[in-house]
């Protein structure tokens, strides 16, 4: 089945522990991107990849950081969480990052609460 | 960052009847999309539509753009209580990748 997985789905953690959310699509997807929803705010993309080794910030990248070593695994490390990080975190992956053809996948979201 | 905003915020209507989700957005596109969020879920795409059509048909959705005006709306006909979801739209922005989302609708649909 064509999916995204994240892991974990529920994370609480406190101040300053470094973190780290995996993402993973079995699609051959080119690009993927993580992004945080918060109420009112809608959804913001943090960063995106369009392929191996190519990263870049999207509008909300501070305090997060990210890598693509393999297409399939796109994690987000977050190394000194705070609190203004709690949010519900997708991770999405489309074929390309085309403007004509990019449809995006989503992951079932990682609520993360940072006390 | 160009963004699309839905209109209404939050919409409730009962079971049979069409419910209307309009999204304005700001500069020139390649192509608008609609995504469902079943609540705290993923979302799930529902349709793409391109800057040079005006409508679009999938199953019950029926999204129609107009560029001139710089907006969008999806109407869902003959609503479920499984329709009940917030409803976003989205737009490829001005760089070569990203989609930028709106704040989205929430749509209730009461049997």
């Known amino acids: 089945e064509a999916q995204v997985t994240q892991n974990p789905r529920y994370l609480i953690t406190v101040t300053g522990k470094k973190l780290t959310v995996t993402c993973s699509q079995n699609?051959?997807?080119?690009?993927m991107s993580w992004y945080r929803q918060d109420p009112g705010l809608g959804l913001r993309q943090i960063y995106y990849?369009?392929?191996?080794?190519?990263?870049d910030k999207g509008d909300v990248p501070e305090g997060y950081k990210v890598s693509r070593k393999e297409k399939r695994n796109f994690p987000l490390i977050l190394e000194s969480p705070s609190p203004n990080q709690t949010s519900l975190y997708f991770c999405?992956?489309?074929?390309?990052?085309?403007?004509?053809?990019?449809?995006?996948?989503f992951g079932p979201g990682t609520r993360l609460t940072v006390t | 960052s160009q963004q699309g905003e839905e209109d209404p915020q939050a919409l409730s209507i009962q079971e049979g009847e069409n419910a209307t989700m309009n999204c304005s957005y700001k500069?020139?596109?390649?192509?608008l999309q609609w995504y469902r969020q079943n609540s705290g879920r993923g979302l799930v795409h529902l349709i793409l539509?391109?800057?040079?059509?005006r409508e679009k048909h999938s199953g019950r959705l029926r999204v129609t753009l107009d560029t001139s005006k710089k907006s969008s709306s999806l109407l869902i006909t003959a609503s479920r209580a499984a329709d009940t979801a917030s409803y976003f739209c989205?737009?490829?922005?001005?760089?070569?990748?990203?989609?930028?989302f709106g704040k989205g609708t929430m749509l209730l649909v009461s049997p």
């Open positions: 999405a992956s489309s074929r390309t990052g085309k403007r004509t053809s990019n449809e995006q996948y």
């Open positions: 699609m051959n997807h080119e690009y």
């Open positions: 990849s369009m392929n191996v080794e190519v990263t």
């Open positions: 500069t020139s596109i390649n192509n």
């Open positions: 539509i391109r800057s040079n059509e």
């Open positions: 989205a737009t490829d922005g001005s760089g070569y990748s990203t989609l930028t």
